[in-house]
């Protein structure tokens, strides 16, 4: 929290646990490293990378579309795990405030029925629809955008338990399990309409993606 006033071989770092009350000094420090963020950046995909685009610029059309910016977040993404314009290109495990392994484990099993042909995208004007209703609620990109609150987290378990499983249905291959009970309350008042989205990923609009595509 603090550090004692000489140099720093000399002095040590005071914690605190979150009252006024210091609970432990550290001496014998030789160096202090800020870990003060990070930034998002696929040197390996500089065709997706556009700094020219403002965090601000939420309605140009560069193409191909800016995966990345400004590094603080990532865009152009549905449910930040496909690219739009490209859905064989997908990322897992981008998002904050997720639970690390449950969340990025749906995400794959995701990825792999989509690109397996055995689940089903909807139209690329509806992914982009989606797109853009997400970053009007969130009031634009930056850093806050890769942050997944509980309540979102919860709603896209939701979601994917309900599209992933009656693909599964529909088209074979494995079904998602259930978290918990708790995940399933409420699942036709949540943001993100299960309903509504299966109905829409039947249509005929939606397209089946193969990695050869």
């Known amino acids: 929290d603090s550090f004692l006033p000489q140099p720093i071989e000399?002095?040590?770092v005071e914690l605190y646990n979150g009252t006024a009350r210091?609970?432990?000094i550290i001496y014998g420090i030789d160096s202090v490293i800020f870990g003060t963020g990070y930034r998002y950046t696929?040197?390996?995909?500089p065709q997706y990378i556009n700094s020219s685009v403002?965090?601000?610029d939420v309605n140009s059309s560069p193409h191909p579309r800016p995966i990345v910016t400004d590094g603080t977040h990532l865009r152009?993404?549905?449910l930040d795990l496909f690219y739009i314009e490209e859905p064989t290109l997908g990322f897992i495990n981008m998002n904050m405030g997720i639970q690390s392994f449950r969340y990025p484990e749906y995400e794959?099993?995701?990825l792999a029925k989509?690109?397996?042909g055995t689940a089903f995208l909807p139209s690329q004007d509806e992914l982009w629809r989606q797109h853009k209703a997400h970053v009007e609620e969130l009031g634009g990109y930056g850093k806050h955008f890769q942050f997944v609150s509980n309540e979102r987290?919860?709603?896209?378990f939701k979601f994917l338990l309900g599209w992933l499983n009656n693909a599964a249905f529909r088209y074979g291959g494995r079904t998602v399990g259930v978290l918990s009970l708790s995940l399933l309350e409420g699942v036709t008042n949540c943001r993100i309409d299960v309903r509504s989205m299966v109905s829409v990923l039947s249509k005929s609009s939606c397209l089946p993606i193969s990695v050869g595509d």
Do not use: H, K, M, R
């Open 114 to 116: 989509v690109w397996s």
């Open 10 to 12: 000399d002095s040590g």
């Open 54 to 56: 403002a965090t601000t």
């Open 76 to 78: 152009s993404l549905w």
């Open 153 to 156: 987290s919860n709603e896209i």
């Open 22 to 24: 210091a609970i432990q």
């Open 42 to 45: 696929f040197p390996f995909l």
């Open 108 to 110: 794959a099993v995701a």
